[in-house]
């Protein structure tokens, strides 16, 4: 009995060494490889976890289609070769941006970053929706920015939008209609005189072959362009009134663009301009207009139109040049899921890095002094104008209720560019309709 007790338990120790074998052995088979010296091969998979991570989403919504513009092509994929724990979705908004993000955000659909205009960013902050960047942004960031930015990017002292880009004005001259006509092309310190008697001689013809000399679509931005020229501007120093019928600048200037229109008649009618496209600078890539008012981007859409152009700056008053700038912006929403990754996004697009792409394509002014410019004047003799602007341009005037100022303010230019009220009635409607619409 005691013998075979003795095999039985000599055949289970055999037994249990053949399958603890069978198991190392089942081990290294299935890794394809040889056991790792020193025990090292878990700790190598486990330091190795983090690099074959998935990368993290975050959306950014913009109302321009990244798809058409290589812009945003480049900013993506160089933020991402720098940033490989992170991928960009781009969201296009196409149309009525600031009013449909409003009932996206308040409805819950929160993007990680956004673009926003800088006359929206006090509404958008206001009502609580916008993440404040004081504690994100450094100093040096903060005081690399040229003064006329500082002021977009801040409601109430606090910082809430990082600058994508600004866009000063200059004026665009259509070179081809001054050659074709025989007229000179003005000197850089050209005056307010100088552009309209040259807008005479430009405006010619009449039907099919009629020219202007000069243009702007009935936006409030292009509008405010020639105002901020005369010195004027919109708002009281309270944001509480419009100023239109006090401001005796602000008065000039409106004076002077209905002239345009009206007395002069060297401008075309909205129906006129439009017969050429939905571009607001259709009329001048079709030769149709000499001059109007744009920012850089403007060029790219003259380079790929093959327009001949150059640029001047704005015509002066009494010896000085004076212009207005927009600033485009990069926001975080109050409740996006990853602030610290967003602030990442909007430090790299607002930033040297991203400013510098814009710039080099065309696409708008860096608001950082930080961005080399040399490379850019070099390329064009009038592109150093660009540049000039960004240190006298004033900013766009904001305010909480602006994009309903705006709608209504549009509407009247309408009548008073047609001719259908007089300058001094349009004045009054508009002093009248903003004190409420400024107070709410």
Same mark, same amino acid.
């Given at each position: 009995?005691k013998?075979?007790?003795?095999?039985?338990?000599?055949?289970l120790?055999?037994?249990?060494f053949? @399958?603890?074998?069978?198991?190392?052995?089942?081990?290294?088979?299935?890794s !394809?490889?040889a056991?790792?010296?020193?025990?090292s091969?878990?700790?190598?998979?486990?330091?190795?976890?983090?690099?074959?991570?998935?990368p993290?989403? @975050?959306t950014?919504?913009?109302w321009?289609?990244?798809? /058409?513009?290589?812009?945003?092509?480049?900013m993506?994929?160089?933020?991402?070769?720098?940033?490989p724990?992170i991928?960009?979705?781009? $969201?296009?908004?196409?149309?009525?941006?600031?009013?449909?993000?409003?009932?996206?955000?308040? *409805?819950?659909?929160?993007?990680?970053?956004?673009?926003?205009?800088?006359?929206?960013?006090?509404?958008?902050?206001l009502?609580g929706m916008?993440?404040p960047?004081?504690?994100?942004?450094?100093?040096?960031?903060?005081d690399?920015?040229?003064?006329v930015?500082?002021?977009?990017?801040t409601?109430n !002292?606090?910082?809430y939008?990082?600058? =994508?880009?600004?866009?000063?004005?200059?004026?665009?001259?259509?070179?081809?209609?001054?050659?074709d006509?025989? $007229?000179?092309?003005?000197?850089?310190?050209?005056?307010?005189?100088?552009f309209?008697?040259?807008?005479?001689?430009?405006?010619?013809?009449?039907?099919?072959?009629?020219?202007? !000399?000069?243009?702007?679509?009935?936006?409030?931005?292009?509008t405010?362009?020639?105002?901020?020229a005369? !010195?004027?501007?919109?708002?009281?120093?309270?944001?509480?009134?419009?100023?239109?019928?006090?401001?005796?600048?602000?008065?000039?200037?409106?004076?002077?663009?209905y002239?345009?229109c009206n007395?002069?008649?060297?401008?075309?009618?909205a129906?006129?301009a439009?017969?050429?496209?939905?571009?607001?600078?259709a009329?001048?890539m079709?030769?149709?207009?000499?001059?109007?008012?744009? *920012? @850089?981007?403007?060029?790219?859409?003259?380079?790929?139109?093959?327009?001949?152009?150059?640029?001047?700056?704005?015509?002066?008053i009494?010896?000085?040049? /004076?212009?207005?700038?927009f600033?485009?912006?990069?926001v975080?929403?109050?409740?996006?899921?990853?602030?610290d990754?967003?602030? =990442?996004?909007?430090?790299?697009l607002?930033?040297?890095?991203?400013q510098?792409?814009?710039?080099?394509m065309?696409?708008?002014?860096?608001?950082?002094?930080?961005?080399?410019t040399?490379?850019?004047?070099?390329?064009?003799?009038?592109?150093?104008?660009?540049?000039?602007?960004?240190?006298?341009? $004033?900013?766009y005037?904001?305010?909480?209720?602006?994009?309903a100022?705006?709608t209504?303010?549009?509407k009247?230019?309408?009548?008073?560019?047609?001719?259908?009220?007089?300058?001094?009635?349009?004045?009054?409607?508009?002093?009248?309709? *903003?004190?409420?619409?400024?107070?709410k």
């Amino acid at each position: 009995m005691k013998k075979i007790v003795r095999n039985v338990f000599a055949l289970l120790l055999a037994l249990t060494f053949i @399958l603890s074998l069978a198991a190392c052995g089942g081990n290294n088979a299935s890794s !394809g490889a040889a056991p790792a010296a020193s025990g090292s091969e878990e700790t190598s998979t486990v330091a190795s976890t983090p690099e074959t991570k998935d990368p993290v989403t @975050l959306t950014v919504y913009t109302w321009w289609d990244i798809t /058409k513009f290589e812009h945003l092509q480049k900013m993506k994929s160089d933020f991402e070769a720098e940033n490989p724990d992170i991928k960009l979705e781009f $969201v296009t908004i196409p149309s009525k941006y600031a009013d449909t993000m409003i009932t996206k955000l308040a *409805a819950g659909e929160i993007p990680d970053v956004m673009m926003l205009a800088m006359d929206q960013v006090p509404r958008y902050a206001l009502n609580g929706m916008l993440m404040p960047l004081d504690d994100l942004a450094s100093q040096e960031y903060k005081d690399s920015l040229y003064p006329v930015v500082t002021e977009a990017l801040t409601v109430n !002292g606090t910082m809430y939008a990082a600058a =994508r880009d600004i866009t000063p004005k200059v004026m665009y001259i259509n070179t081809k209609m001054f050659k074709d006509a025989g $007229v000179e092309i003005p000197s850089e310190d050209w005056t307010m005189d100088d552009f309209v008697e040259v807008a005479k001689q430009l405006t010619k013809g009449s039907g099919a072959d009629a020219q202007w !000399g000069y243009y702007w679509k009935n936006y409030t931005d292009q509008t405010f362009a020639m105002i901020a020229a005369f !010195g004027g501007k919109l708002y009281s120093e309270d944001g509480k009134a419009s100023v239109l019928s006090t401001d005796p600048k602000t008065k000039e200037a409106v004076q002077f663009m209905y002239d345009l229109c009206n007395t002069y008649k060297v401008c075309p009618t909205a129906t006129q301009a439009a017969q050429f496209g939905d571009n607001e600078f259709a009329p001048f890539m079709a030769n149709k207009v000499a001059m109007q008012i744009g *920012a @850089l981007s403007t060029a790219s859409n003259m380079d790929a139109n093959g327009t001949e152009y150059t640029v001047l700056p704005m015509p002066s008053i009494d010896g000085v040049s /004076k212009t207005s700038s927009f600033v485009n912006t990069w926001v975080i929403p109050k409740t996006a899921k990853n602030p610290d990754l967003s602030w =990442r996004v909007v430090e790299f697009l607002s930033g040297k890095e991203g400013q510098q792409i814009a710039l080099d394509m065309n696409f708008g002014l860096p608001a950082s002094k930080q961005v080399d410019t040399t490379a850019f004047e070099a390329k064009a003799p009038y592109n150093k104008y660009f540049v000039e602007a960004l240190e006298t341009a $004033v900013p766009y005037p904001t305010n909480l209720n602006g994009s309903a100022f705006q709608t209504m303010f549009q509407k009247e230019c309408e009548s008073l560019w047609a001719g259908a009220i007089t300058p001094e009635e349009f004045e009054t409607r508009v002093d009248e309709q *903003a004190a409420e619409i400024l107070n709410k």
